[in-house]
């Protein structure tokens, strides 16, 4: 399944009628934070086609609406679209006084565990807990920065190791540098910072 994911920056040439042809044959798309709900809103109106997100600790930028309309928020919910498992976490890691989608470890710890239900009932009924966990921030020592507000979960880390999506999207971390990795594999997962844009064709890995 082709799926056109976002990340933190606006991309002039997907707020434009090219993305119909840039993603041509998506059958959805998935926002991982601290983009605009009118560049969201633009997209899903032009490809008509559901669009999954998770809100970055950048709540609404340039003055918009916080939440983008049409389009469907993930934090804290799993999604079966069309057979492909879907859950998400919104937020960094806290890293000033107002903590608006900043989360310290423990608190993310406890969002993860009351996904843990919905995990468990998808297995019971797919056989697997997910395929694609959708995320803001990258988990612990992968793709993470040393400074206080771009340091990854270390419970993504143990997310990863006991439900073992086929991918997991990020976004948080931006990249300047073309050389910077934006993937890597951690068990049977592949890690994706999508910063940008990136199109995938999920590929149920087992
Ligand atoms: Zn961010």
């Not at 989608?101 to 019971?124: D, G, S």
């Not at 988990?139 to 990863?160: E, M, Q, V």
């Not at 300047?176 to 199109?199: C, E, F, M, S, W």
Request: glycine content about 8%; hydrophobic content about 35%.
């Amino acid at each position: 399944m082709r799926v056109l994911a976002l990340g933190d920056v606006i991309v002039e040439t997907l707020y434009s009628p090219a993305v119909r042809e840039i993603a041509r044959d998506v059958e959805m798309v998935i926002s991982c934070g601290d983009l605009p709900s009118p560049y969201l809103e633009y997209i899903v109106t032009l490809l008509d086609k559901p669009l999954y997100y998770v809100m970055g600790n950048h709540g609404a930028r340039g003055g918009a609406r916080e939440r983008p309309e049409g389009c469907i928020n993930l934090d804290g919910q799993t999604v079966n679209h069309n057979g492909v498992l879907l859950a998400g976490l919104e937020g960094s890691i806290r890293y000033n006084d107002a903590p608006r989608y900043q989360y310290t470890e423990r608190e993310m710890r406890n969002k993860a565990r009351r996904l843990a239900l919905q995990l468990w009932v998808n297995r019971l009924r797919y056989g697997r807990y997910l395929d694609v966990l959708v995320t803001h921030s990258p988990p612990f020592g992968i793709h993470d920065g040393s400074d206080p507000a771009h340091r990854g979960f270390k419970s993504f880390l143990n997310f990863i190791d006991r439900y073992h999506p086929d991918y997991m999207l990020h976004g948080h971390v931006h990249l300047y540098d073309n050389r910077a990795p934006r993937q890597a594999v951690r068990g049977h997962t592949l890690i994706i910072n999508v910063y940008g844009y990136k199109l995938l064709d999920l590929k149920t890995i087992r």
